[in-house]
């Protein structure tokens, strides 16, 4: 790890790194399951979404390189929009399923993540082995002379993209028609169709673009941090960054610094590990997971109705 | 009254400078779903710049009427005729083209949204791209012309029902309708609130600017408001008139059918009332947190029925929630039967205690369960229903046909979903199943009759007083003072959450009672 020559500033440098490192995927879930929920739907199966993303970036990207003659610096890129587009596919069954009468998006959620996760191991198989093109980084950390601070300052174009997408988003919802649209079928069915909007059509092009989204997290999984595809590649972020939206009350600026908080508590556990610190390893490790219970605690009260919540989120449609 | 009806013929000429509404007139329309014909062979006129009233029972096919007048639904035949030009309207946005605009029954506001969100949504030429500097300018300057204010930074759900239903008729006004539809717009709105918008209305119609078509069952706002009526009885055109013409009793007849006068109301007095119910200094918060409930004291004797009169938004829902079991209290006692109360389900049964809570959809009834099993559940746990842990269906079954009989429940069948019925076959599902019982103490009521016809108020009503006069202790929350005064022997008002007066029926002080509701 790079952050032994620095000591004990190993630890903040390599948190801050890893925040950088490790937020990419939760921004990009977290910002297509907010798009998904602010119409009134919610997509547990974004977890499958995300390992389907991160299995077909790999595996076009590695494809592209080695047997299609695609240059090494293109197939990355190739891979990040077949992710995408793989996203949107499953966006697109979820959207069918959840919408028919009396379906339930939870259970339909959770039978995408089984769905999208058997998926991407099936066809993700012949790939565990093979290297494949890695996005490029932006250094940023050139003014500095240490390795250690240059290796940890490296950002993927994607973060930076998904930076870019929070607040086009937020403004999307506060100053398009469309937006206007979308949070009228989240939080008042009946008022959108009074208004002549349809409400099948919105939810379906809301879950198939947050379902993009999410396919694209998946690619920064694997060609950028940590850069390889197998199966225990996402380790829940997906389903975490359901909690997020919560977390960030489905606003997009909030679900950014939602997912560095994230990204940064998931650092946590590698940079004590990289100054020598062993012991409770696996506890801090589990930072992540520890921070969404508390956050469900936290947010979830008999006596108080959540602020910000779509109002017509998760209800069962006919 | 005399202004309003001066101001009708005044409205009659055209004013100077102000383009009338078109004349709008339906054309033997009907309108059939499948064998069921819920409109048949219905004409009416709307003058110009006039106030009409549309009156009817429950399903006497009104907002049918409405609803194929807006391109909600295709009618089977007849026609919709414009300034005497016959008009193809195939969806509200071809109705708002020719200039008729809808206020529904229920909000069609977005409540995160704010004020000024709503409105420029409303709009079907909104553009792809909101320029919001630019339209704060515009509402800014459309806000200041209009009959009435509203904040447009607030979100819909920090507004008053009466608030929201301004902002659905100003969506409107904002729309550039001539025509107005007013679907039961009063129906959430307390009476003064009601007066109030109704009146601004008016007063635009006055002006001739707009012309309204109202659906209404509440005859004290069409003779203060309405110009004129139509009636429809069982889909069919049942009568019209100018409502100066007519009498509340003649309108009744065409809307019923035959002149029926309100029943009676046959009390019977108790020798020896014990008290039921005791509250001691409850004090319970509002959902936010906030006080709602600040220190009550309140007995009910048996065979008694206690008012709590109140605009809403007093205290009276939390109260009520509290007596329920639905909210803790954050202070203070319940007695009954002179042993505390903490509402579980041994203590109701033991206790004998009844609730008809306002929307009994919502906090009475489990929407997706079938009726029979709605019936059933204060009871499926006990034999003869249920066996050890097993339930007994057939019991349960029989059960629900002989209720579905005796309360005249009009169900499918008892295994539909009980979400399925027409909101008075709900309250009258949770009547049967609250009221059937011999034994019943204690009745906790709240607003029994809230958006009910004439038929179903009447048989709640009675269902109510031939309880009292069982020798059930009865706490009845409305906020339809005439039905408290018409019910109860004792009323009292809550404002603020504490009770702000109190008095024997008979004696009771109409005059202070209204001030103490508002606060004074």
């Known amino acids: ?318 | 009254m005399t202004e309003v009806a001066d101001a009708v013929t005044q409205a009659m000429t055209p004013i100077p400078g102000v383009v009338p509404p078109p004349d709008l007139e339906v054309v033997n329309m009907s309108k059939h779903f499948g064998t069921l014909i819920a409109l048949d062979n219905v004409s009416m006129k709307l003058k110009p710049a006039t106030f009409h009233a549309l009156l009817g029972e429950n399903g006497a096919g009104k907002s049918t009427l409405v609803k194929c007048i807006m391109g909600f639904y295709k009618p089977t035949s007849g026609q919709v005729m414009i300034d005497g030009r016959v008009c193809q309207i195939d969806s509200p946005r071809d109705a708002q083209r020719y200039g008729i605009g809808m206020v529904y029954q229920h909000f069609t506001s977005v409540p995160s949204m704010t004020v000024a969100e709503n409105l420029v949504l409303s709009r079907y030429d909104s553009p792809g791209l909101i320029n919001w500097k630019q339209e704060y300018q515009e509402l800014t300057a459309f806000m200041e012309a209009a009959p009435f204010k509203l904040p447009l930074d607030a979100t819909i759900a920090q507004l008053a029902a009466g608030q929201k239903q301004k902002l659905e008729i100003l969506k409107q006004l904002y729309l550039k309708s001539k025509i107005l539809i007013l679907d039961e717009p009063t129906s959430v709105l307390t009476p003064a609130e009601a007066d109030e918008v109704l009146g601004l209305i008016r007063q635009q119609v006055t002006d001739g600017k707009i012309s309204v078509l109202m659906i209404s069952h509440k005859f004290r706002e069409i003779m203060a408001f309405a110009d004129e009526i139509t009636v429809l009885r069982k889909g069919k055109f049942a009568g019209a008139g100018r409502v100066k013409d007519l009498t509340v009793s003649e309108m009744a007849e065409m809307m019923m059918g035959e002149k029926r006068e309100p029943q009676p109301v046959k009390k019977v007095a108790h020798r020896e009332p014990i008290p039921v119910l005791e509250i001691r200094d409850i004090h319970a918060n509002k959902d936010n947190g906030l006080e709602a409930v600040a220190g009550v004291n309140l007995t009910v004797h048996s065979g008694e029925i206690v008012g709590i009169a109140g605009i809403s938004g007093n205290g009276q829902r939390e109260l009520v929630e509290v007596l329920a079991g639905q909210r803790p209290a954050t202070a203070g006692q319940v007695l009954v039967n002179g042993e505390p109360y903490t509402m579980t389900r041994a203590e109701m049964d033991k206790h004998r205690v009844f609730v008809l809570p306002e929307e009994p959809l919502r906090n009475a009834c489990v929407p997706h369960m079938s009726v029979a099993e709605n019936l059933a559940l204060r009871t499926f746990d006990r034999p003869p229903q249920a066996k050890g842990f097993l339930l007994v269906f057939k019991a349960i079954h029989e059960m629900a046909l002989g209720l579905i009989n005796t309360f005249k429940i009009k169900t499918p069948s008892p295994e539909t979903p009980v979400g399925n019925l027409s909101g008075g076959n709900i309250q009258r599902t949770v009547l049967a199943r609250e009221l059937h019982s011999d034994h019943i103490k204690l009745l906790i009521a709240a607003n029994p009759c809230f958006g009910l016809d004439f038929a179903a108020v009447d048989y709640i009503h009675g269902q109510i007083l031939e309880a009292r006069n069982r020798g059930v202790a009865i706490l009845l929350v409305s906020e339809d003072l005439d039905e408290l005064l018409k019910l109860s022997d004792r009323i009292l008002v809550i404002s603020g959450g504490k009770f702000a007066y109190e008095s024997k029926t008979e004696e009771a002080d109409f005059a202070q009672i209204g001030q103490s509701m508002a606060g004074h």
């Open chain 1, 1 to 318: 790890m790079a952050a032994e020559a620095l000591g004990w500033w190993g630890v903040p440098l390599g948190i801050f790194a890893g925040t950088l490192r490790g937020s990419a995927p939760f921004l990009f879930v977290s910002l297509g399951e907010c798009l998904t929920e602010k119409s009134g739907k919610i997509n547990l199966g974004l977890e499958g979404t995300l390992l389907t993303g991160a299995m077909s970036a790999y595996a076009i990207s590695y494809l592209g390189a080695e047997k299609w003659g695609v240059p090494s610096a293109l197939s990355p890129w190739l891979g990040v929009l077949v992710a995408g587009c793989a996203g949107m596919v499953l966006g697109l069954i979820h959207a069918w399923l959840s919408q028919q009468p009396k379906v339930n998006d939870i259970a339909v959620g959770i039978a995408m993540i089984i769905f999208g996760s058997g998926i991407a191991f099936f066809f993700g198989k012949p790939f565990i082995q093979p290297k494949a093109p890695q996005l490029p980084t932006i250094d940023i950390g050139g003014w500095s002379t240490m390795p250690a601070v240059q290796s940890a300052l490296k950002i993927s174009p994607l973060f930076i993209l998904g930076v870019f997408i929070a607040p086009l988003m937020a403004w999307f919802f506060k100053s398009t028609r469309w937006g206007l649209f979308v949070r009228a079928v989240g939080d008042s069915p009946d008022a959108a169709l009074a208004m002549g909007v349809s409400i099948k059509k919105v939810r379906m092009l809301c879950i198939i673009a947050g379902s993009f989204l999410a396919g694209i997290g998946g690619a920064c999984l694997s060609l950028y941090y940590p850069g390889i595809w197998s199966e225990s590649i996402s380790s829940g972020q997906g389903l975490m960054a359901v909690a997020l939206v919560i977390f960030a009350r489905w606003n997009p600026i909030q679900c950014l610094w939602a997912s560095l908080f994230f990204g940064g508590a998931q650092a946590i556990g590698p940079a004590l590990q990289a100054v020598g610190i062993e012991q409770g390893r696996y506890l801090f490790n589990a930072a992540p997971y520890v921070l969404t219970l508390l956050i469900m605690i936290i947010t979830c009260s008999p006596k108080k109705t959540l602020s910000g919540a779509p109002g017509a989120l998760g209800t069962i449609s006919g």
